[in-house]
């Protein structure tokens, strides 16, 4: 059972930049495809960004720019930089993993952005 742990969450003030962290039970170049995605509060869950197994990385247009995707396969861990964080980006924010056509979830870390 692959096992996904997100770290790095918490309070911000606007402008200021977070990098969150999802450590893998598993050697995370054996996932077709890894990524963050977010949820705020009566709202649907989002792709913020995502990396191939091959290094290619995605990020919604809406965040290209201020959220960075990256990948240590040595420490099994993706991050997502966050910078110039704004007010709307508050949100739980989820790691997420795609082997074989199976999804898996971290448990989720908040993210809150004060103006």
């Known amino acids: 059972q692959v096992q996904l742990v997100e770290s790095g969450g918490g309070l911000v003030q606007a402008g200021g930049s977070l990098r969150l962290s999802c450590a893998a039970s598993a050697i995370i170049s054996r996932f077709a495809t890894m990524g963050w995605y977010r949820q705020a509060p009566g709202k649907q869950r989002e792709l913020v960004a995502g990396?191939?197994?091959?290094?290619?990385?995605t990020a919604a247009d809406s965040l290209k720019g201020r959220f960075t995707i990256t990948r240590d396969t040595a420490k099994r861990t993706v991050y997502l930089q966050m910078n110039s964080l704004k007010p709307e980006d508050t949100a739980v924010y989820y790691c997420?993993?795609?082997?074989?056509?199976?999804?898996?979830w971290g448990q989720g870390t908040q993210v809150t952005v004060s103006s």
């Open positions: 990396i191939t197994n091959g290094g290619t990385t």
């Open positions: 997420n993993a795609v082997q074989w056509g199976n999804q898996y």
